[in-house]
C-alpha cells in the first residue's frame, strides 16, 4: 500500500473502528480554547459495568459515546502545545488520572490533532 494521504487516512479510519476497553479511571473531553490559544482537557470519573461500558460513579447511568452529558469534571489541564499539556498531565499530575498505557497514546494523538488544528486555525473534533 502507498503511503498517500487517501491511503492513511483508510488505516486510520479503520483502526478507529476496533475494540478499546476503556480506563477505569475516567475520560477526558478534549477541545481548543481558541481566545487563549489552548489546547484543554477535562478529565471526568467513570465506573466500569460488567458489561465493559462506562458508567456515571454518582448516578449509575451508562455515559453515552456521542452527545452532551451534563457532569463536573474532576481535573482541567491545559497547554499551549501537544508537549506542554502531556508534561502536565502525564508527569505533573498526582494522582494520575489515567491507568492505562493504550489510553496515553490516545491522549497524545489526540493533544497531537489538537495542536496542528489550533496552529492551523481549523476546526478540532475529538476522535
Same mark, same amino acid.
Given at each position: 500500500m502507498d503511503l498517500t494521504i487517501e491511503n492513511l487516512v483508510k488505516i486510520d479510519n479503520s483502526l478507529s473502528q476496533r475494540h478499546?476497553?476503556?480506563d477505569p479511571a475516567g475520560y477526558f473531553i478534549i477541545y /481548543? *480554547?481558541?481566545a487563549a490559544n489552548l489546547i484543554c482537557a477535562k478529565h471526568f470519573t467513570n465506573i466500569i459495568n460488567e458489561s465493559g461500558l462506562a458508567? *456515571?460513579?454518582e448516578t449509575g447511568r451508562v455515559i453515552p459515546a456521542r452527545g452532551k452529558l451534563n457532569r463536573t469534571h474532576t481535573n482541567f489541564f491545559s497547554g499551549r502545545t501537544a508537549k506542554e499539556i502531556c508534561v502536565?498531565?502525564?508527569e505533573?499530575?498526582?494522582?494520575?488520572p489515567l491507568t492505562m /498505557?493504550?489510553?496515553a497514546a490516545y491522549l497524545g494523538r489526540e493533544f497531537t490533532r489538537a495542536e496542528a488544528a489550533l496552529v492551523a486555525g481549523r476546526e478540532y473534533v475529538q476522535d
Open positions: 478499546i476497553d476503556l /481548543l *480554547d481558541r458508567v *456515571d460513579p502536565e498531565l502525564f505533573k499530575a498526582y494522582p494520575q /498505557l493504550s489510553h
